[in-house]
């Protein structure tokens, strides 16, 4: 500006300059800049401040203002009287359009003429379209300022200066000049308002929801800001709620099938000859150049995009926002507030977005969660790769019996019409899809789920309140879930399934409709059966099995499953629980049937719950005989294929397995086994029993452990020949033992090894190698050697007798060796004849 001042008053400028933003007041505008007469140095001086008081900076801007206006009208006139037109001949030669085009170019040469040659009007019409635009910022500044939230300022005011006389009454506030001009807070200094770029003041305005401020700003500097609207809307933080700015967020005009584009509202409606086209070009042209630096209004960082956008584009727009707010803050309430604002707008292709939105929400908002579990992130992407059944799990995942029909109802069942609905729009209906993933969610969900999702469905509830409406599907349902269950445990669960079943009144079976009835239960044993292919059907598996049966074999098969869940629940009673598929499996096996029920007698003393009493006896037996029979429809039990007779042999052995023999002898006394066992019977179960004791007994002692209970399990039967023999065998292993034989070196020989040993004198020949005093103790060998089964046998006793004089002589006792032999003489002389017989006898039998 120091190439102004040499024709000005030599003290005015120095003072203008002199003075700092802060200090310019309105009276210095009227003393310093007022006097002095060159319009062009005054101009550039209003051009030059920037202040933050609006009222003296719009003081210096009209002035500004009104000192460059004359040079503008002179170049108006200028370019308003070109000179001489082209002549008349010259004008007809040529069309109407091209005279026009002839006109323009007259003007724009007269123009750039005239701006050469007077290169203050130049000057000053630079100058003006710059103060020109600051004001229409000024006057946005203030609009501004007036719809900013007025912010609650109270002063601290000391107790003892509280009635200070020189404290401004409120008279002297109402005084004060602009007193109330504002409302607000600005969120920037009016000096960086007028500077600053417009896109990248609306863009911080964007950034920090200053939409008040925004709104404003869009509204009157539109034409400035409508080639970057959409980078403006990026800077709205995604967790802004569309509500707070849907007038700012683009909507669609259908007689165009574009963005509408919003009416402006500029402060001046025409512009200043310094701000069209022509004189822009034509300062541009001559190269006059803005004495400072004015705001640059070019974003080269930005994708402008001048045109309105096409419907297909606006629809991606917003698609692209709505991923964008849920990548980053995952408010799915935010993304569905900005599609329906789309939507009431009217922009088109975004009804699936939406519906996904809402069924997100729902899953956001409305399923329940885990007490530890994180929120998961969503977007339309993650949502639509997602399949349908992992939808549906994904809702019900932590669901509860209690509200699992609820859930259903509200978040599944609206899901899934979604679906179905779209399928139908797109031409490819599936009638079948909504009770397809629903099923397939029921056949994989936990028995107590299903249970509730069942008494949701009874046929007893009006049909529109039915989750599964149709009683076969219930059926089919019920069956694939209770046999394809692994669970042994949860019999009142799979009871309170039965009981939401339906039952049909269907007549009675004919004598081929009843085999045709075995025959599916059988098809259906052999398929829960597992093999090579499949190890184990899974409740998908059997529904496919029931989907084809009828109503007729559905209730046969109720019927089964009523019997089979009465099965269960008795086993599972005493502690030998079984899947369902089980009953199928053994339906045509009879030793399975028989290995269960035997672990059902032999078990029942080993549960938490030991039978005491006799009449906890007579309930299992009770409850065996039960399981033997057939239901009250004819079916099989899970005993089915043993006799009753076979049961409570099975039921007499188990009780004496467990050791109670005082019990065993009560309920042979009792009604309840008195007229099943005969005393042949209990004699031989008795016998194997104490046979199983001896076996497993790992000391021969018989008065302790197993070989005791061997030993007194055989005071249960009436005393006979064959119980009498096993006692003494008994006996004598005791009496083996106890003299330390030995199988192999360091190992004591087992009760098992005695009773498996073919020449048991070899037992005796082995005890007098092994015991050097045990030739003198006759008696007691001979005894041993008659309760290892020969008594009476007297070839037996000789090879003893024998044995023992053999050992004296070995010994060097010639007296005892001498008696030993004298006594096998009398033997073979006095039993001799006999003994042959009966060896005619034994061997003639064998």
């Given at each position: 500006m120091s190439t102004l001042t040499t024709s000005l008053p030599p003290d005015l400028p120095t003072q203008w300059i002199a003075l700092s933003d802060d200090e310019l007041k309105l009276d210095n505008l009227d003393q310093l800049l007022k006097p002095i007469r060159d319009d062009l140095w005054v101009s550039a001086a209003c051009l030059d401040r920037i202040l933050d008081d609006a009222v003296v900076q719009r003081a210096l801007l009209d002035m500004g203002l009104e000192r460059s206006e004359p040079g503008a009208l002179r170049a108006r006139s200028a370019a308003t009287h070109p000179g001489a037109l082209p002549n008349v001949a010259e004008e007809d030669e040529v069309g109407g359009d091209d005279a026009q085009s002839m006109d323009k170019r007259a003007q724009h040469t007269s123009l750039v003429s005239y701006f050469s040659d007077e290169t203050t009007d130049a000057q000053l019409c630079r100058i003006r379209a710059v103060l020109l635009e600051r004001l229409d910022r000024l006057n946005t500044f203030v609009d501004i300022c007036r719809e900013a939230p007025v912010e609650d300022e109270e002063d601290v005011i000391d107790e003892?200066?509280?009635?200070?006389?020189?404290?401004?009454?409120?008279?002297?506030?109402?005084?004060?000049?602009?007193?109330?001009?504002?409302?607000?807070?600005?969120?920037?200094?009016l000096s960086l308002f007028l500077i600053s770029d417009l896109v990248e003041m609306a863009c911080l305005f964007a950034s920090q929801e200053n939409f008040g401020a925004l709104r404003i700003l869009i509204e009157r500097h539109r034409a400035t800001l409508w080639p970057y609207r959409f980078s403006v809307l990026d800077c709205i933080p995604e967790y802004a709620i569309a509500a707070e700015y849907r007038d700012l967020l683009p909507s669609y005009d259908p007689t165009t099938d574009a963005e509408l584009r919003p009416p402006s509202r500029p402060w001046r409606e025409e512009l200043d000859f310094a701000e069209t086209t022509?004189?822009?070009?034509?300062?541009?042209?001559?190269?006059?150049?803005?004495?400072?630096?004015?705001?640059?209004?070019?974003?080269?960082?930005?994708?402008?995009?001048?045109?309105?956008?096409?419907?297909?584009?606006?629809?991606?727009?917003?698609?692209?926002?709505?991923?964008?707010?849920?990548?980053?803050?995952?408010?799915?309430?935010?993304?569905?507030?900005?599609?329906?604002?789309?939507?009431?707008?009217?922009?088109?292709?975004?009804?699936?977005?939406?519906?996904?939105?809402?069924?997100?929400?729902?899953?956001?908002?409305?399923?329940?969660?885990?007490?530890?579990?994180?929120?998961?992130?969503?977007?339309?992407?993650?949502?639509?790769?997602?399949?349908?059944?992992?939808?549906?799990?994904?809702?019900?995942?932590?669901?509860?019996?209690?509200?699992?029909?609820?859930?259903?109802?509200?978040?599944?069942?609206?899901?899934?019409?979604?679906?179905?609905?779209?399928?139908?729009?797109?031409?490819?209906?599936?009638?079948?899809l909504v009770t397809r993933l629903l099923f397939d969610y029921i056949l994989n969900a936990p028995l107590g789920i299903v249970a509730a999702i069942f008494e949701a469905s009874k046929p007893t509830l009006p049909q529109g309140q039915r989750i599964i409406r149709d009683d076969e599907d219930l059926a089919r349902l019920a069956l694939a879930c209770l046999y394809g269950s692994d669970s042994t445990d949860q019999w009142p669960t799979m009871s309170r399934i039965f009981e939401c079943l339906p039952a049909w009144d269907t007549p009675e079976e004919d004598a081929d409709e009843a085999d045709e009835a075995e025959t599916t239960i059988a098809s259906l044993g052999a398929f829960?059966?597992?093999?090579?292919?499949?190890?184990?059907?899974?409740?998908?598996?059997?529904?496919?099995?029931f989907k084809p049966l009828p109503a007729t074999s559905l209730s046969r098969a109720l019927d089964v499953l009523d019997v089979h869940l009465e099965s269960g629940e008795i086993l599972s009673r005493w502690g030998v629980p079984a899947p369902l598929r089980w009953f199928l499996q053994s339906n045509s096996n009879i030793a399975e049937q028989r290995a269960r029920a035997d672990r059902m007698a032999r078990r029942a003393n080993t549960s938490d719950d030991k039978l005491d009493t006799l009449e906890d006896w007579e309930w299992l037996l009770e409850d065996m005989l039960k399981l033997c029979g057939s239901g009250d429809s004819g079916s099989k039990s899970a005993f089915c294929l043993v006799s009753r007779d076979d049961i409570v042999r099975i039921f007499f052995s188990g009780l004496l397995s467990t050791g109670n023999f005082e019990m065993s002898k009560k309920l042979l006394r009792s009604s309840s086994l008195r007229d099943s066992l005969d005393q042949q019977v209990i004699e031989e179960i008795c016998l194997a029993c104490s046979q199983e004791f001896y076996d497993n007994a790992t000391s021969g002692n018989y008065h302790f452990g197993d070989m005791k209970l061997a030993y007194d399990c055989l005071d249960v039967p009436a005393p006979s020949e064959r119980v009498v023999q096993q006692k003494e065998f008994i006996e004598a292993t005791s009496r083996l033992c106890s003299f330390n034989l030995m199988s192999r070196p360091g190992i004591p020989i087992s009760p098992i090894e005695i009773r498996l040993t073919k020449d048991r004198l070899s037992l005796v020949s082995r005890v007098l190698s092994s015991n050097n005093d045990a030739y003198k103790h006759t008696e007691v060998i001979l005894d041993l050697v008659h309760k290892l089964g020969f008594r009476g046998d007297v070839v037996a006793e000789v090879k003893t007798l024998a044995m023992l004089a053999e050992t004296a002589l070995q010994a060097d006792d010639f007296t005892r060796a001498y008696d030993t032999a004298e006594k096998m003489v009398s033997v073979i002389h006095d039993d001799g004849p006999r003994a042959h017989g009966r060896a005619r006898a034994r061997n003639s039998n064998q």
């Amino acid at each position: 500006m120091s190439t102004l001042t040499t024709s000005l008053p030599p003290d005015l400028p120095t003072q203008w300059i002199a003075l700092s933003d802060d200090e310019l007041k309105l009276d210095n505008l009227d003393q310093l800049l007022k006097p002095i007469r060159d319009d062009l140095w005054v101009s550039a001086a209003c051009l030059d401040r920037i202040l933050d008081d609006a009222v003296v900076q719009r003081a210096l801007l009209d002035m500004g203002l009104e000192r460059s206006e004359p040079g503008a009208l002179r170049a108006r006139s200028a370019a308003t009287h070109p000179g001489a037109l082209p002549n008349v001949a010259e004008e007809d030669e040529v069309g109407g359009d091209d005279a026009q085009s002839m006109d323009k170019r007259a003007q724009h040469t007269s123009l750039v003429s005239y701006f050469s040659d007077e290169t203050t009007d130049a000057q000053l019409c630079r100058i003006r379209a710059v103060l020109l635009e600051r004001l229409d910022r000024l006057n946005t500044f203030v609009d501004i300022c007036r719809e900013a939230p007025v912010e609650d300022e109270e002063d601290v005011i000391d107790e003892e200066w509280e009635d200070d006389p020189w404290a401004e009454t409120d008279a002297d506030e109402s005084a004060k000049p602009n007193a109330k001009q504002s409302s607000g807070k600005s969120p920037v200094s009016l000096s960086l308002f007028l500077i600053s770029d417009l896109v990248e003041m609306a863009c911080l305005f964007a950034s920090q929801e200053n939409f008040g401020a925004l709104r404003i700003l869009i509204e009157r500097h539109r034409a400035t800001l409508w080639p970057y609207r959409f980078s403006v809307l990026d800077c709205i933080p995604e967790y802004a709620i569309a509500a707070e700015y849907r007038d700012l967020l683009p909507s669609y005009d259908p007689t165009t099938d574009a963005e509408l584009r919003p009416p402006s509202r500029p402060w001046r409606e025409e512009l200043d000859f310094a701000e069209t086209t022509e004189c822009i070009s034509a300062l541009d042209e001559c190269g006059a150049a803005l004495p400072v630096s004015s705001p640059a209004n070019d974003y080269p960082a930005l994708a402008p995009k001048p045109e309105p956008l096409s419907a297909s584009e606006l629809s991606a727009w917003y698609l692209v926002r709505i991923d964008e707010v849920l990548a980053s803050t995952g408010m799915v309430d935010a993304a569905l507030a900005l599609v329906q604002h789309a939507a009431s707008q009217g922009v088109p292709g975004l009804d699936e977005a939406g519906e996904d939105l809402t069924l997100i929400a729902r899953l956001v908002y409305d399923a329940p969660l885990a007490e530890d579990s994180v929120a998961e992130d969503w977007s339309l992407t993650k949502w639509r790769s997602m399949d349908p059944a992992e939808v549906v799990r994904a809702y019900l995942a932590h669901t509860t019996e209690d509200r699992v029909a609820q859930d259903i109802q509200h978040l599944v069942m609206p899901y899934l019409y979604v679906l179905e609905s779209r399928a139908e729009r797109a031409g490819h209906p599936d009638p079948t899809l909504v009770t397809r993933l629903l099923f397939d969610y029921i056949l994989n969900a936990p028995l107590g789920i299903v249970a509730a999702i069942f008494e949701a469905s009874k046929p007893t509830l009006p049909q529109g309140q039915r989750i599964i409406r149709d009683d076969e599907d219930l059926a089919r349902l019920a069956l694939a879930c209770l046999y394809g269950s692994d669970s042994t445990d949860q019999w009142p669960t799979m009871s309170r399934i039965f009981e939401c079943l339906p039952a049909w009144d269907t007549p009675e079976e004919d004598a081929d409709e009843a085999d045709e009835a075995e025959t599916t239960i059988a098809s259906l044993g052999a398929f829960v059966t597992p093999s090579t292919t499949r190890p184990r059907a899974a409740p998908l598996d059997l529904h496919i099995f029931f989907k084809p049966l009828p109503a007729t074999s559905l209730s046969r098969a109720l019927d089964v499953l009523d019997v089979h869940l009465e099965s269960g629940e008795i086993l599972s009673r005493w502690g030998v629980p079984a899947p369902l598929r089980w009953f199928l499996q053994s339906n045509s096996n009879i030793a399975e049937q028989r290995a269960r029920a035997d672990r059902m007698a032999r078990r029942a003393n080993t549960s938490d719950d030991k039978l005491d009493t006799l009449e906890d006896w007579e309930w299992l037996l009770e409850d065996m005989l039960k399981l033997c029979g057939s239901g009250d429809s004819g079916s099989k039990s899970a005993f089915c294929l043993v006799s009753r007779d076979d049961i409570v042999r099975i039921f007499f052995s188990g009780l004496l397995s467990t050791g109670n023999f005082e019990m065993s002898k009560k309920l042979l006394r009792s009604s309840s086994l008195r007229d099943s066992l005969d005393q042949q019977v209990i004699e031989e179960i008795c016998l194997a029993c104490s046979q199983e004791f001896y076996d497993n007994a790992t000391s021969g002692n018989y008065h302790f452990g197993d070989m005791k209970l061997a030993y007194d399990c055989l005071d249960v039967p009436a005393p006979s020949e064959r119980v009498v023999q096993q006692k003494e065998f008994i006996e004598a292993t005791s009496r083996l033992c106890s003299f330390n034989l030995m199988s192999r070196p360091g190992i004591p020989i087992s009760p098992i090894e005695i009773r498996l040993t073919k020449d048991r004198l070899s037992l005796v020949s082995r005890v007098l190698s092994s015991n050097n005093d045990a030739y003198k103790h006759t008696e007691v060998i001979l005894d041993l050697v008659h309760k290892l089964g020969f008594r009476g046998d007297v070839v037996a006793e000789v090879k003893t007798l024998a044995m023992l004089a053999e050992t004296a002589l070995q010994a060097d006792d010639f007296t005892r060796a001498y008696d030993t032999a004298e006594k096998m003489v009398s033997v073979i002389h006095d039993d001799g004849p006999r003994a042959h017989g009966r060896a005619r006898a034994r061997n003639s039998n064998q």
